[in-house]
């Protein structure tokens, strides 16, 4: 609907094209609004904002890596007891958005959602764009992440997967943790085409 007005619609538009009261719709575009789905005009108009861009550009594009993904990343999940973020670059090509996760099981984990974006600068997942990357506390005082490069067939960076926790808890296990995300970057890799040259994968880095 949203999408499909480019001078974008009012709150009564909206109310009266989805036949719903203005005080049920305000609440829940105000939220949307907030993370950036929804954006308003001068005079007060809905229209579609960049987070709803970003997701509506990464599912087309990254589409076969998500369904590749997902039972990868649930294993990953139980392996470490972590959650399991897929990531890929966002349209403005300064932040990552999150286009599928699976959260760990403790009952204190890291926060994060589908759709949410995170600076490139201050995330592994961001980082790892470039090469692989631990971070700690930077983003989130207290909080680690643990990431790793995925390939297309054509050796360009299609995402990035990656693990988040309490530093407490992924601190002391980070080399074995890396070894675990490493892996199944790899074999998501595998699954999009990617062949390493001289069978080798790529290097990377801990920061």
């Known amino acids: 609907m949203l999408a499909a007005s480019r001078d974008g619609l009012a709150l009564r538009e909206v109310s009266a094209r989805l036949r719903a ?16 789905y929804l954006a308003q005009g001068r005079a007060l108009e809905y229209r579609l904002g960049p987070g709803a861009l970003d997701l ?23 392996r470490t007891g972590e959650t399991v973020f897929l990531g890929t670059l966002c349209s403005d090509r300064a932040s990552i958005v999150y286009v599928d996760k699976v959260e760990s099981d403790h009952v204190i984990r890291y926060a994060g959602g589908v759709g949410d974006r995170r600076p490139l600068h201050a995330t592994s997942s961001g980082k790892v764009i470039l090469a692989f990357c631990v971070t700690t506390d930077e983003l989130v005082s207290g909080a680690s992440g643990i990431a790793a ?16 926790g309490p530093t407490d808890r992924v ?9 675990e995300v490493t892996a199944t970057a790899r074999i998501l890799s595998a699954g999009l085409g990617h062949r390493p040259r001289d069978g080798k994968e790529s290097g990377g880095r801990t920061r």
């Open 149 to 164: 490069p995925v390939f297309d067939r054509y050796g360009r960076v299609a995402g990035a997967c990656a693990i988040g």
């Open 21 to 36: 009261p203005k005080s049920s719709l305000l609440p829940l575009l105000r939220a949307l609004t907030a993370r950036g």
């Open 171 to 179: 601190g002391p296990r980070t080399r074995a943790l890396a070894v």
């Open 56 to 78: 509506g550009a990464a599912a087309p594009a990254h589409r076969d890596l998500i369904e590749v993904a997902r039972p990868a990343v649930v294993d990953l999940m139980r």
